[in-house]
């Protein structure tokens, strides 16, 4: 007759527990620092175009050359405009000296007064709005910069809306980044102190982070977030659009 037999129960050893190791997915880091890659911006940008449609009549400036705020860039042919202003002033000078007719009359009715001076305000405005049309077949500079581009000539037609000249204030450039990735933009702060290498130049130069920008843009799939960084002084040579790596120091 066979037994079965059951060996006795033994204690287990208890496994223990996998020790965790954490893992930085930030790439971008070194040490202290966020890397990215920049170009080279002005501080200031403006693409103008002529709020009217027409064919220019003159070109005032050249590619390349430094213009003050407020100078005449550009002007269209407006004849029909200029006839407009010349015909309100004269409706002015007109009702101006009808209204200084009644002004000393007393003894006649102050209604008629009245009517003059309604008049008088009433071409003024007209000459304000024919002024302001007028104004719109000119094109001044918003502010002081360089002539970066000029997309038409003498001649050509330029419709409402169409950028006719593109500004730079080259005097004053930025570096602008175009890969930090939104993992590293929220380590990065307004005042931080930025290493900037231009590649060009073969130069090491510092800056400080100006502006974060607020919305995020899309670059190959990845997300990320521009930050501007002003230079500690303007470096000879710079030029729109030139590369640059930069270390933006976060702590």
Same mark, same amino acid.
């Given at each position: 007759?066979?037994?079965?037999?059951?060996?006795?129960?033994?204690?287990?050893?208890?496994?223990?527990?996998?020790?965790?190791?954490?893992?930085?997915?930030?790439?971008?880091?070194?040490?202290?620092?966020?890397?990215?890659?920049?170009?080279?911006?002005?501080?200031?940008?403006?693409?103008?175009?002529?709020?009217?449609?027409?064919? $220019?009549?003159?070109?005032? #400036?050249?590619? +390349? *050359?430094?213009?003050? /705020? &407020? %100078?005449?860039?550009?002007? !269209?042919? @407006?004849?029909?405009?200029?006839?407009?202003?010349?015909?309100?002033?004269?409706?002015?000078?007109?009702?101006?000296?009808?209204?200084?007719?009644?002004?000393?009359?007393?003894?006649?009715?102050?209604?008629?007064?009245?009517?003059?001076?309604?008049?008088?305000?009433?071409?003024?405005?007209?000459?304000?709005?024919?002024?302001?049309?007028?104004?719109?077949?000119?094109?001044?500079?918003?502010?002081?910069?360089? $002539?970066?581009?000029?997309? #038409?000539?003498? +001649? *050509?037609?330029?419709? /409402? &809306? %169409?950028?006719?000249?593109? !500004?730079? @204030?080259?005097?004053?450039?930025?570096?602008?980044?175009?890969?930090?990735?939104?993992?590293?933009?929220?380590?990065?702060?307004?005042?931080?102190?930025?290493?900037?290498?231009?590649?060009?130049?073969?130069?090491?130069?510092?800056?400080?982070?100006?502006?974060?920008?607020?919305?995020?843009?899309?670059?190959?799939?990845?997300?990320?977030?521009?930050?501007?960084?002003?230079?500690?002084?303007?470096?000879?040579?710079?030029?729109?659009?030139?590369?640059?790596?930069?270390?933006?120091?976060?702590?």
């Amino acid at each position: 007759m066979l037994t079965a037999c059951a060996s006795p129960t033994s204690a287990l050893t208890p496994l223990a527990a996998p020790t965790t190791v954490p893992v930085s997915t930030n790439i971008a880091h070194a040490g202290n620092n966020v890397s990215a890659s920049a170009r080279v911006v002005p501080s200031q940008t403006a693409e103008i175009a002529f709020a009217i449609s027409g064919q $220019v009549k003159d070109v005032y #400036v050249k590619e +390349g *050359e430094v213009v003050e /705020a &407020g %100078q005449t860039l550009l002007a !269209l042919n @407006a004849p029909d405009l200029e006839l407009a202003v010349k015909a309100a002033e004269l409706a002015v000078q007109s009702a101006e000296l009808e209204y200084q007719y009644w002004i000393p009359r007393k003894d006649r009715p102050p209604e008629r007064r009245a009517q003059a001076e309604a008049q008088l305000n009433a071409v003024k405005a007209q000459l304000e709005t024919a002024q302001a049309r007028l104004a719109q077949s000119v094109l001044l500079a918003p502010f002081d910069a360089t $002539v970066m581009s000029i997309q #038409v000539q003498s +001649g *050509e037609l330029a419709q /409402a &809306g %169409q950028v006719v000249i593109t !500004l730079g @204030a080259t005097q004053s450039m930025q570096i602008k980044t175009t890969d930090l990735s939104e993992r590293d933009a929220v380590n990065v702060r307004v005042g931080q102190s930025v290493n900037i290498y231009l590649e060009a130049l073969g130069k090491n130069i510092a800056g400080k982070v100006s502006e974060i920008a607020p919305l995020a843009t899309t670059v190959g799939g990845d997300v990320v977030y521009p930050v501007m960084i002003e230079l500690n002084e303007q470096v000879a040579g710079l030029l729109w659009g030139m590369t640059a790596e930069v270390q933006i120091q976060i702590e």
